[in-house]
């Protein structure tokens, strides 16, 4: 980043996991220009192929049940909640785990109300001021986003339609997710560390019940979730065969568990295909009968009947007609 922050250079890569560099600079009155050029076309397209007004879009939402007076009520009902569990944990004086779970229900209660607004949300984003607001944040992306070494913008094309192509297939790529991330924290002030400075999560971190990257840890320092059940790196559920192991994180000594802490085994299925089951379940033998012979449980019989029945049943043997003896013969 330069001094005067008009310039920040983005470290990401690409699909491939390629390093990319990217610099990200703060828009000139030219650059803002050719933006509003592109909010102004695409506010009128969208007008012109039936895009509602903000306003009128609001009023849409309410005949159609999509938003309502109970709603809002809910909406700010859910806003004073978190409030009300932010101020808790501000204040302390209580238990530490009771703080714990204050922190829990406030992250628990900020992901329902941002899950609730979501339809309102995205109907917004589709009325002609929406639409037009992306197109416009769009071309400021094309223009912004330069090679460090050239400072020439990288989706830069002589044909509009192109510019636009390139931009559309290059959406996914991370360094472009990143780059668009940097320009936004630019131009609105957002903080870039939002998430990290959520009030559960700064206390979180301060009494080690989170690592730097806000996953849960338990006294050791291991993965684990929010009720203590050990993880590996990729979030399943894992055991140790032995508490030394379990300190030492040996990876020989783990295996795989489920939410109730039943060891896992990797089988074939009758498929052909892979499945985890208990352990228990992998060794399970089957019943017998009087003389000793398996017996099939329902579920099975069914199995064996629909596979019977699905197999195509040989073609029937043509009947042999006997020669008919002819006169010389006779």
Known sequence: MSKDNKERLVESEDKNGDPVKVLVKTPNSADFKQAQVEYNKSFRSALDSGALLRQRLSDYMIEQGIWSEEKQKKSEEYARTINGLEDKLRMGGIKLSEAKEVALELRRARAEFQLF???KNSLDTASAEGQADNARFAKL???????????????KRDNPKAEE???NAS???????????ELANMLYGLDPDYHSNLEENKFLREYNFVNENDQFINNDGHPVDSEGRLLDEEGRYVAYRSKDA????????RYFVNRSGEELVMVLNKDGEEEWVTKAKSERKPFLD???NPVLSKSES????????SEEPAPAKKP???KRATKTES
């Open 165 to 167: 192509e390139a931009y």
């Open 302 to 309: 069914v199995a064996v009947s629909e596979e019977d029945s």
């Open 246 to 253: 379990e300190k030492a994180q040996d990876k020989d000594q």
């Open 290 to 292: 009087d003389d000793g």
């Open 171 to 181: 959406g996914d790529e991370p360094w472009l997710v990143e780059a668009s991330g």
């Open 320 to 322: 042999t007609r006997k």
């Open 117 to 119: 607004l979501a339809e």
């Open 141 to 155: 992306v094309r223009l912004c986003v330069l090679d460090p070494n050239t400072r020439v913008p990288i989706l």
